[in-house]
């Protein structure tokens, strides 16, 4: 059964600052993985996602890359501000039983916080 | 404007009393999927949809039933409710990518249910 985690739970960091976050998953059997963002009270918001096939995705500051082999996708964040606060989540996709890519796994986010 | 329109958005109501969550896109998306988000759990996939008239177990499926009659509506049936299914949910939609599987995900605003 795919399991996802991300490390660490929680961060905080200096406005400025350059960081990474971590996703691992243990079945490279996927279809993409999703990296979102949540605010507090809100829904998602999809920031990049990765085809099985790729290696990395950018998009602005954010660039995400996938290594499917060692299960470990990592979302790094250049020149964080303040507004990057709020809870990031790692999601893979997987096969179902019509052997399509719907099912989805969440990990259980890491939740930033960036200090002016 | 491309949204995915959940209704209702709060809803207090009483252990086995049927009700009806709604999910709408405008997208013409082929996917559709519901999660529920519970403090220390994060985000759990309940049913997904690949297509009209193809559903698919998530992985907390239990207590609730869904149906996908037409492109745009896939609403989550609470048959029986119970305490334990009082929790954030979510509806989301895609469009499926080459390799069939579920590509960049728009996130319903949430419905908050509560069951007493």
């Known amino acids: 059964k795919q399991e996802v985690t991300q490390i660490p739970a929680a961060l905080s960091v200096p406005e400025g600052e350059n960081l990474v976050l971590n996703c691992s998953f243990t079945?490279?059997?996927?279809?993409?993985l999703q990296w979102f963002r949540q605010d507090p009270g809100k829904g998602l918001t999809s920031l990049l996602l990765i085809q099985s096939s790729q290696r990395e995705q950018t998009s602005g500051r954010l660039n995400a890359s996938l290594d499917k082999s060692s299960g470990r996708s990592t979302l790094y964040i250049a020149a964080s501000q303040p507004g990057d606060s709020a809870t990031y989540l790692c999601a893979v996709i997987g096969k179902g039983i019509y052997n399509q890519g719907g099912k989805l796994i969440f990990g259980q986010g890491t939740e930033l916080s960036v200090k002016p | 404007e491309a949204q995915v329109t959940q209704n209702p958005r709060y809803l207090i109501t009483v252990t086995g009393k049927k009700l009806t969550v709604t999910c709408s896109q405008n997208m013409n998306h082929e996917y559709m999927s519901w999660y529920r988000q519970d403090p220390g759990l994060g985000l759990r996939q309940i049913y997904y949809?690949?297509?009209?008239?193809?559903?698919d177990k998530g992985d907390v499926p239990e207590g609730y039933k869904v149906s996908r009659k037409e492109k745009r509506n896939f609403p989550l049936i609470l048959e029986s409710p119970s305490p334990n299914q009082t929790s954030l949910y979510f509806c989301?939609?895609?469009?499926?990518?080459?390799?069939?599987?579920?590509?960049?995900?728009?996130f319903g605003a949430g419905s908050r249910l509560t069951v007493l």
């Open positions: 949809s690949m297509n009209v008239e193809v559903t």
């Open positions: 989301a939609s895609s469009f499926l990518s080459r390799a069939g599987g579920a590509n960049v995900l728009t």
């Open positions: 079945d490279s059997a996927i279809y993409n």
